[in-house]
């Protein structure tokens, strides 16, 4: 590993306080060895990744790691806490971080090193080594392996694990054996370190482990006679297992990556209970081959979790999906409107009439591919609310029942029901016992049909006109606003724009008024106005916070509230998460206030928009544009004025110097919520 790891790379007195600002001072060490081009890009891509899954580790360590295009060659950074910092493990802070950063198309053999120390983080002896270690220069040898710090385990040995499969043969003429497959969002770190967890706990047992990595490299498929003779199979996986179809007919423990890597041998006990009571798992290429045991708890959450959580689930997984549509088609109209006018959605086909030398075919020809591309709202809303609750076979009944919900004007709202009835129904189907002969047809012929039929049956007969009458009434309503009803709806919308600037109240304020661009209105277009608008606050408040006040706040702060400029501008709310979660009580509230502000001024107003994005980058598609800007303005000095009276109460004594905080001494740095 001499390319990875330096002593410039190993920092053995991190004092960052948080997992953001430890990933921050560990990427500048990389930005300073000439490993990153771009310090803000890469740490975006960085905490993209911790927001599919949190990278702490039981037994203290945080294994931060991402693929960037800010990333010019394989790189690890170490730094050593001495008060610890969390990074989400349920045994609590972690002294030992690593960062990780993979170029976007890094090679095999630079992936495979960083692999093979994931698997060595599993010998406590090693990360003794590493705790005990006080030169940097040879903590950065004892990463790369020049210091022996462990007795490598002999499938260890080799410069290629990665791709290859684990085995642990047990003593005795017949041992138990299990397959297993261990895979992550990333594959760089967490896949193995769960393939070397199960490992191990196969030689403390006494059972024969072998294990598929499904890593960044690719995968070696197990051989199909090791498959059938196994007893049984652990899935520990964060995404698709694929090929999945070759377990068919085992006994199926099915978790995610971190079960693989925290409590493999209760893994390996509910995997032999299954097999002793004959629990066969029914799998197909298209179904999860989720079993309904104790054995998924640590997966996402949704099959175990409250219903109005799996509710939520479902819905974002639908508006996930959306809105690529939605910016991509209303984008498109809204340009096709600044250059061609309003009237230009009236134009003919340009597929009959293209004039090569006029606006006004450009115009049109903009209008009707974003006209296209929104005809597809509705059916891809219901398609993947299905799809969130029972994968691929609900994905054709979803976009049948969406498909209808539109011929019967039944609209987003329709959508979304036909959305929750196909994934109702296929999750019903796929509960009913089937001949092992019928199985591999279910989930491409018999599921899609049946749920289809009956989807179609609901959405056309049963619920469909109730619904559009809905959809109606909605839409009259949103047309009547005036006066104080339509500010209490833009208080209450910038409230849930800034409440958790991202998550899911953000996403269902977003997802209210960009279902309105569908069918716009002038109810719908001021709706999507103030959402857009309030959504801006939070990052432009603590931008301009961080100008005026900088003693207030840390340097790395500082650096991101340089960036939250943008970001505001642009509509990305999630500019403001670091300041929040490093100081929610006194963040939240204040920007809270001030997208309250602007969603309640900017409905008074009567601001329009049928752009669902872009910010003051399409603020010419705004009707009272002058007027909008100066809600936004509103919002942002009402947030930026709270939040510096909030900090600035709470501040233990004055800072001259200004960088208290970065070293933890910063009494309004301390967070404060539970």
């Given at each position: 590993?001499?390319?990875?790891i330096t002593a410039e790379l190993v920092d053995l007195?991190?004092?960052a306080a948080t997992k953001d600002a430890a990933a921050r001072s560990l990427a500048e060490r990389m930005v300073a060895a000439h490993r990153v081009t771009d310090l803000d890009g890469f740490l975006?891509?960085?905490?993209?990744?911790?927001?599919?899954?949190?990278?702490?580790?039981?037994?203290?360590?945080?294994i931060p790691h991402c693929r960037s295009e800010h990333v010019n060659a394989p790189t690890l950074a170490f730094g050593r806490s001495a008060a610890g910092i969390d990074f989400g493990a349920a045994d609590g802070p972690a002294d030992l971080v690593f960062l990780i950063a993979a170029p976007a198309g890094a090679d095999d053999d630079h992936l495979t090193i960083l692999s093979g120390l994931a698997r060595r983080l599993m010998d406590p002896e090693f990360t003794a080594a590493l705790r005990a270690g006080t030169d940097p220069a040879a903590v950065a040898a004892l990463i790369r392996g020049e210091?022996?710090?462990?007795?490598?385990?002999?499938?260890?040995e080799g410069p290629a694990p990665e791709p290859e499969a684990e085995t642990v043969e047990a003593a005795g003429s017949v041992p138990f054996r299990i397959v297993a497959v261990t895979s992550c969002p990333t594959g760089i770190a967490h896949t193995y370190m769960a393939a070397e967890s199960l490992a191990a706990a196969g030689r403390a047992e006494g059972v024969e482990v072998t294990v598929e990595t499904q890593g960044s490299g690719g995968f070696k498929k197990l051989d199909p006679a090791v498959i059938a003779a196994a007893d049984a199979v652990i899935w520990a996986h964060d995404v698709e297992v694929r090929e999945r179809t070759r377990f068919r007919g085992k006994p199926l423990v099915d978790v995610g990556v971190k079960a693989g890597i925290n409590r493999p041998a209760e893994l390996i006990a509910e995997a032999r209970r299954k097999a002793e009571r004959g629990e066969i798992a029914a799998v197909s290429e298209a179904d999860g081959g989720k079993d309904s045991g104790d054995g998924d708890t640590d997966r996402s959450g949704a099959d175990h979790a409250h219903f109005g959580v799996r509710l939520r689930t479902y819905l974002m997984s639908g508006v996930s999906y959306m809105v690529p549509f939605v910016a991509a088609g209303g984008l498109l109209i809204a340009l096709s409107f600044a250059i061609g006018g309003y009237e230009i959605a009236s134009a003919k086909s340009v597929a009959d009439h293209f004039v090569w030398g006029e606006a006004d075919s450009w115009a049109a020809l903009l209008n009707q591919i974003g006209s296209a591309a929104f005809a597809f709202l509705v059916p891809v809303l219901a398609g993947y609310i299905a799809y969130g609750m029972a994968d691929r076979p609900a994905l054709v009944p979803g976009f049948v029942g969406g498909s209808i919900a539109l011929t019967v004007n039944a609209g987003f709202l329709g959508g979304l029901v036909a959305g929750l009835l196909a994934g109702a129904v296929v999750m019903a189907i796929q509960r009913v016992p089937v001949h092992a002969t019928l199985r591999g047809i279910m989930p491409v012929l018999?599921?899609?049909?049946?749920?289809?039929?009956?989807v179609g049956f609901l959405m056309f007969i049963v619920v469909g006109k109730p619904i559009a009458s809905l959809q109606n009434a909605l839409t009259d309503w949103l047309n009547g606003l005036s006066g104080s009803n339509a500010v209490i709806l833009g208080v209450v919308l910038g409230l849930m724009m800034c409440f958790d600037m991202g998550g899911p109240l953000n996403k269902v304020a977003y997802a209210f008024a960009v279902g309105g661009l569908a069918d716009p209105t002038d109810g719908s277009l001021k709706v999507m106005a103030a959402v857009m608008a309030a959504g801006m606050v939070p990052p432009l408040a603590m931008a301009l916070a961080t100008t005026v006040r900088k003693k207030l706040f840390t340097k790395t702060e500082r650096e991101n509230g340089r960036a939250a400029w943008v970001l505001g501008a642009s509509f990305i709310t999630e500019g403001a998460i670091p300041f929040a979660a490093a100081d929610p009580l006194r963040v939240i509230p204040s920007v809270m206030a001030g997208g309250a502000v602007t969603g309640a001024l900017s409905m008074a107003f009567g601001a329009t928009l049928r752009a669902?994005?872009?910010?003051?980058?399409v603020v010419p598609l705004i009707g009272e544009p002058f007027l909008y800007l100066l809600a936004i303005a509103a919002g942002t000095l009402v947030a930026t004025a709270?939040?510096?009276?909030?900090?600035?109460a709470r501040r233990a004594a004055p800072d001259p110097a200004g960088e208290a905080g970065a070293t933890g001494s910063d009494d309004s740095r301390v967070p404060v919520a539970a």
């Open positions: 590993m001499s390319e990875l007195d991190l004092s975006a891509d960085v905490a993209a990744r911790e927001a599919q899954m949190p990278t702490g580790l039981d037994g203290g360590i945080g210091e022996p710090a462990e007795e490598p385990a002999a499938e260890e018999v599921i899609p049909l049946i749920a289809s039929a009956v669902p994005h872009g910010g003051v980058f709270l939040v510096v009276l909030l900090k600035g």
